[in-house]
């Protein structure tokens, strides 16, 4: 029997793995990925919550999967939106590096 | 035995999880990203959520990995960069091991669960997504509408050889 | 008689018609002027005539219970200030008008009837001059201007036109601006009148602080009804002097003087001579009321004025350039005139501002009729002429009326006024002032002696070879002055008849008749005779070396042909006092205003968002970092919270 902890745990060590291609990687195509990591991680944290906590408290059953699936929905949503960002700006720098893109600037 | 698949599906996902943040090439991270949502998938599964499982799969599993490969096809550079992480990334890895840390610690200090994972039926979750829940499924898929027009708009090719512009105001 | 404002209307009229219509008028204007001052001449005549058949029986006027004298007043509403029934602010409101009583009648005289001959004399003196127009648009202003000053009913009004003949001043003695001398005289002329000028505008001030009106009459009567306080009244009268010295050039103020002659030669007659400078006095003796009051004041005049007298009575002495002899001479007598004012001989110090207004007048037209003859446009250095009585007799002998009239000769009308400023010298005032006025007299004889002896007499100097005589226009004018030189001293006295001399119709107070001391006169007379007697013998026969005497005296030369160093003072202390002082004040403007005031919060601004800047680095991840680490924060602190 696997304690709902380690689910936890899981999802923890997710999201800061998550975070460090966020906030270390050049490629914006790869932070666009460590962000599907870390949606990832909300998930598990979400799902197993939803199992784990059925009928406890003023948990419901399946709120937990239904935030998931609306997670999920976003998730599609902004991966579509971030890759056209990501064709536009390549088309007009010639560049995906985040580091290359500072025309905002002191 | 539960454990020793627990053991497994995790080492998928956080095995995967490493290669998207540590290999240089963009394909092999898109691909060590469908191993680790495929290993989220069998948590999932661990969890008694078969549907949201086969949901990750199709979506993540599918559509958004192809997604991601028409991106990178569209946007690869001819050779990998030799550096593939910015100046900050010891504040970075500093940064993402203290909030894991402070998560870890947080379940870790919580009151111990002592409840079983249940398994729903199927049914109930249909019931519970078109009634309780079912303005926001609607403002949902508005919300999908409006990303992908969205997409389409910012996306959309201007003129056919735009790269030629490129660089011209950048600064280093 | 009520008519009399005209006098000054005319001009005041004219002076715009020919700025503005120079060019299509014939004769660029001038005949205008001439026009205009010509009748407020005829009007002042009328107007004379009108007031001496006035008697108190006529509405507007009185026997002044504090001058004494007939006063007649016409006045109309000015202005009112001040919203009625509002109680913080009085409603003030403002009469103007004309004030005739005899010294205004006297004065208006003097003024428009050598305003006339000054302009007849100008049309030969500045023919074919580029700026011919303005010259008279100018003399025309000024004209006016002094006018309303002699006829002001107010201090306000006085005090306008006051100004008005400073501005008028400073135009014409800049009036060839294109040389650097004309504008810097100017400029100096401007700067220290304007400071007694302060002095004039806070005595008028506060005046009115303490008697609540402008009016003269009003100021006299609360003065008279012993309401104000001695100290106030001393300082009105001190403040009001101030005025007057620079105005009539007294020392401290009397550097700008002889400046001034860097303007035409008609100009200074005019202006620098017969009639502005003179405004001071007028003042005093127009305010006379309140100077009464306050001994010490008389006494502050008395001691100004003898020192001023003295002490360019000595620098004429030797002085070479003819115009600066006049100059000084000038500010000499004026400083007699207020030595009168001070030992309380009004009616002296007004019979002697006339007698010197004519005689000057004449004297210094001469002197531009010699500039003509000679053909010099400035300066007449008398040791570089000579001997101009054989070509130019008319104006040898005019000039040499003046000088003798100035210089105290009997008969002559400079004696009889001069003998009376003495007399009420020698009964009102400690001896030392008595031995001072003679020897200023002395002097006054001995310089007009030498510029007349060096200048007409002896030998031909060598810039008098081609001197011719003057136009008829000018030697006219010097003609007619003449005759007043010589005899304008004879209306003092009381003839048979309706006349009781010029002391029984200008007087303050009390009506005199005129003295007469044999000790002084006879004491005066010698002391001019004696004076020309020695001019002569140096400046003519030669009985004794010039350069042996300029070697005897040199100690005392060289402090006195440097002018007694005042304008050297005033350099010294604008200098090291007035620049020090303004680089300080300057260097804190820079510094603390400006440097640290001003610029320093934009600099504080700057440094701040430069450094503030270096957060935005444009990178997305930085930006992304800070976001975790807040999140990490938050997460710490409600953490901790709930805990």
Redesign the interface.
């Known amino acids: ?21 966020v ?5 914006a ?2 932070i ?3 962000i ?2 870390m949606l ?1 991680a909300v ?2 944290n979400l ?2 919550a ?5 009928g ?1 408290g003023r948990f ?4 937990g ?2 935030i ?3 997670v ?10 971030a ?6 700006m ?14 905002l ?1 002191w | 035995m ?2 020793a698949l ?1 053991i497994i599906v ?1 080492i998928f ?2 095995g995967g ?2 290669g ?2 540590a290999t240089r090439n ?1 394909v092999h ?2 691909l060590f ?1 469908l191993l ?2 495929l290993g ?1 998938a069998g ?2 599964l ?4 078969e ?2 499982a086969l ?2 799969v199709l ?2 599993g599918g ?2 990995t192809i ?2 490969l ?3 096809m ?2 690869r ?1 001819s050779e990998y ?1 030799r ?7 010891p ?3 500093l ?6 840390g ?3 610690a ?3 200090l919580a009151p ?2 002592v ?4 398994a ?1 039926v199927f049914s ?2 249909a019931a ?2 078109f009634t ?2 079912a303005l ?1 499924f609607e403002i ?1 898929s508005l ?2 509408l ?3 027009i ?3 708009i ?2 959309r ?1 201007q003129n056919v050889d ?2 030629t ?3 011209s ?3 280093a | 008689m009520p008519l009399a404002f005209l006098i000054p209307v005319f001009s005041f009229v004219a002076c715009p018609l020919i700025i503005l219509f120079q060019r299509w008028l014939p004769g660029r204007g001038a005949p205008l002027a001439i026009l205009a001052i010509g009748g407020g001449f005829v009007v002042w005549a009328l107007a004379t005539i009108g007031f001496l058949g006035a008697s108190p029986d006529n509405p507007a006027c009185d026997v002044s219970a504090i001058t004494g004298a007939l006063t007649c007043h016409f006045s109309t509403d000015w202005f009112t200030a001040g919203v009625p029934g509002n109680e913080i602010t009085d409603v003030i409101h403002l009469d103007w008008g004309i004030l005739i009583d005899p010294l205004t009648i006297v004065l208006l005289g003097l003024i428009t009837f050598v305003a006339l001959g000054v302009q007849l004399y100008s049309l030969e003196y500045m023919k074919g001059d580029p700026r011919f127009g303005w010259y008279y648009a100018w003399q025309a202003l000024f004209v006016a201007a002094m006018l309303t000053l002699a006829l002001a009913d107010n201090f306000l009004l006085l005090y306008i036109a006051w100004e008005l003949v400073g501005l008028c001043s400073y135009l014409l003695i800049g009036f060839w601006f294109e040389q650097p001398g004309p504008r810097e005289a100017a400029k100096k002329a401007f700067v220290v009148t304007r400071i007694g000028d302060v002095g004039l505008l806070v005595g008028i001030l506060l005046l009115w602080l303490n008697v609540g009106s402008f009016s003269m009459t009003d100021a006299f009567a609360a003065v008279a009804a012993g309401e104000l306080s001695n100290g106030v009244i001393t300082a009105v009268a001190i403040l009001l002097l101030l005025g007057a010295m620079g105005k009539s050039a007294q020392f401290p103020f009397h550097v700008w003087l002889p400046d001034a002659m860097e303007g035409p030669t008609p100009v200074s007659a005019l202006i620098h001579a017969a009639t502005m400078v003179i405004a001071g006095v007028y003042l005093v003796a127009r305010a006379y009321p309140i100077f009464a009051a306050s001994p010490e004041a008389l006494l502050i005049i008395a001691i100004i004025g003898i020192i001023t007298a003295l002490g360019a009575a000595t620098i004429a002495l030797v002085s070479t350039d003819l115009k600066r002899i006049l100059a000084y001479s000038t500010v000499s007598h004026l400083g007699l005139m207020m030595l009168s004012l001070g030992a309380g001989g009004w009616i002296a110090a007004v019979f002697h501002l006339m007698a010197h207004g004519f005689a000057k007048a004449l004297l210094f037209l001469g002197a531009g009729s010699v500039m003509h003859g000679v053909g010099a446009h400035g300066d007449v250095d008398i040791r570089r002429v000579g001997g101009l009585r054989r070509a130019m007799p008319l104006t040898a002998t005019a000039f040499s009326i003046g000088a003798l009239s100035l210089g105290g000769i009997p008969i002559l009308s400079g004696f009889w006024s001069k003998d009376e400023i003495l007399l009420s010298v020698s009964h009102h005032l400690p001896a030392i002032f008595i031995v001072l006025a003679f020897l200023t007299a002395f002097l006054s004889a001995l310089y007009m002696a030498r510029a007349m002896f060096v200048v007409f007499f002896g030998s031909e100097g060598e810039d008098s070879h081609h001197a011719h005589e003057s136009p008829i226009l000018m030697t006219g004018v010097l003609a007619v002055l003449a005759v007043l030189a010589v005899g304008f001293g004879w209306i003092a006295f009381n003839w048979p008849g309706a006349f009781g001399g010029f002391g029984s119709f200008v007087f303050y107070d009390h009506a005199e008749g005129f003295h007469f001391n044999p000790l002084i006169a006879g004491l005066s007379v010698l002391l001019a005779v004696a004076a020309f007697a020695l001019a002569w013998l140096v400046y003519v026969r030669r009985g004794w070396s010039h350069e042996s005497l300029r070697a005897r005296f040199a100690p005392v030369l060289r402090v006195v042909e440097n002018r007694y160093y005042v304008d050297e003072t005033y350099q010294w202390v604008i200098d090291r006092v007035v620049l020090t002082v303004s680089a300080a004040l300057a260097f804190f403007d820079r510094a603390v205003v400006n440097d640290v005031g001003i610029n320093g919060p934009g600099d504080v601004v700057r440094r701040v968002g430069v450094a503030l800047r270096l957060h935005v680095t444009g ?1 997305v ?2 930006y992304a ?1 800070v976001v ?2 807040g ?2 924060a938050l ?2 602190f409600w ?1 901790l919270r709930s805990a």
Request: hydrophobic share 60%; charged share 10%; no cysteine.
């Open positions: 029997m696997v304690p709902l902890l380690y689910f936890q745990l899981l999802g923890a060590a997710l999201f800061g793995i998550g975070l460090y291609g906030l270390a990687r050049r490629s195509v790869l666009v990925l460590s599907e990591l990832n998930n598990i799902i197993a939803a199992s784990y906590l059925n406890i419901d059953a399946f709120d999967q239904i998931a699936i609306f999920i929905t976003v998730a599609a949503a902004e991966v579509g939106l890759f056209a960002i990501i064709l536009r390549y088309r007009n720098r010639g560049t995906v590096n985040v580091d290359e893109i500072n025309i600037k | 539960q454990l627990f995790a996902t956080i999880a490493l998207v943040v963009v991270a898109a990203l680790s949502l989220a948590a999932y661990l969890l008694f959520a549907f949201l949901v990750q979506i993540y559509a958004i997604v991601v028409f991106a990178v569209l946007t550079s960069p550096i593939t992480d910015n100046k900050q990334w504040l970075a890895l940064t993402a091991a203290a909030l894991s402070v998560l870890g947080a379940f870790w111990e669960v409840a079983e994972p249940q729903p109930d979750l519970s997504l309780k829940w926001p949902a919300v999908l409006v990303a992908l969205g997409a389409i910012i996306a090719a735009a790269p512009d490129a660089s105001d950048g600064e | 990178h991840y930085s970092l975790a680490l999140v990490i997460a710490i953490w």
